[in-house]
Nanobody, 121 residues
Framework: QVQLVESGGGLVQPGGSLRLSCAAS????????MGWYRQAPGNERELAALITRGDSTNYADSVKGRFTISRDNAKNTVYLQMNSLKPEDTAVYYCNADVLLYGKFSSRPYWGQGTQVTVSS
């Protein structure tokens, strides 16, 4: 079984910054893609940023140039550096990881519990 623990959310003013972290634990052989999704009230969950095991990245147009996703494979951790935050960035942010466990034939996605990010003046 895999557990994803998120941290770093909170309340910031527009233009401010936050850094989210998500650490995966368990009998992990390999983690493939990792990503950050977000969901605002009344909205669908959307992909904000994704990073592959080879460090290729993809960003939603709405966050491009402001957010940076990175990972530390030795720590099974993914980060999201969020700069120049806007009120429309307010959402619950969910960590996602595609994980291959020892003794399993295929990988599957796991989700964190979510962390609240609020951008307000």
């Amino acid at each position: 079984q895999v557990q994803l623990v998120e941290s770093g959310g909170g309340l910031v003013q527009p233009g401010g910054s936050l850094r989210l972290s998500c650490a995966a634990s368990g009998s992990i052989f390999k983690i493939n893609d990792m990503g950050w999704y977000r969901q605002a009230p009344g909205n669908e969950r959307e992909l904000a940023a994704l990073i592959t095991r080879g460090d290729s990245t993809n960003y939603a147009d709405s966050v491009k140039g402001r957010f940076t996703i990175s990972r530390d494979n030795a720590k099974n951790t993914v980060y999201l550096q969020m700069n120049s935050l806007k009120p429309e960035d307010t959402a619950v942010y969910y960590c996602n990881a595609d994980v291959l466990l020892y003794g399993k034939f295929s990988s599957r996605p796991y989700w964190g519990q979510g962390t609240q990010v609020t951008v307000s003046s």
